[in-house]
């Protein structure tokens, strides 16, 4: 079992960046795929990005291909989120979460564990 927390949300202005922060705890975080998602209001929740256990393997929803980066620290059991170039699109609130792995995808149900989330809101 894995407990994630999410961190680095805030309120910015279009164009700016932001690094959300994604803490495991347990020894057992390298073993995981992990996943960012975002669910805005009145949404359902997306699929943002998704990395291997080693980090060797990304996937990127196709709204933030060139503008986002996802990568991990196994070392310190964190996830990043890098989220360049805001658009007012992108607020929501942004979930990270853990899947074993042997799954794989950007299929929330697909993942077993979800942080609580932390809020982006773009202003335009």
């Known amino acids: 079992q894995v407990q994630l927390v999410e961190s680095g949300g805030g309120l910015v202005q279009a164009g700016d960046s932001l690094r959300l922060s994604c803490a495991a705890s347990?020894?057992?975080?390298?073993?995981?795929?992990m996943g960012w998602f975002r669910q805005a209001p009145g949404k359902e929740r997306e699929f943002v990005a998704a990395?291997?256990?080693?980090?060797?393997?990304?996937s990127y929803a196709d709204s933030v291909k060139g503008r986002f980066t996802v990568s991990r620290d196994n070392a310190k059991n964190t996830l990043y989120l890098q989220v360049n170039s805001l658009k007012p699109e992108d607020t929501a609130v942004y979930y990270c979460?853990?899947?074993?792995?042997?799954?794989?995808?950007?299929?929330?149900?697909?993942?077993?564990?979800w942080g609580q989330g932390t809020q982006v809101t773009v202003s335009s």
């Open positions: 990395i291997s256990t080693s980090g060797g393997t990304t």
């Open positions: 979460a853990a899947t074993p792995m042997w799954k794989w995808g950007s299929v929330a149900t697909f993942y077993d564990y």
């Open positions: 347990g020894r057992t975080f390298r073993s995981y795929n």
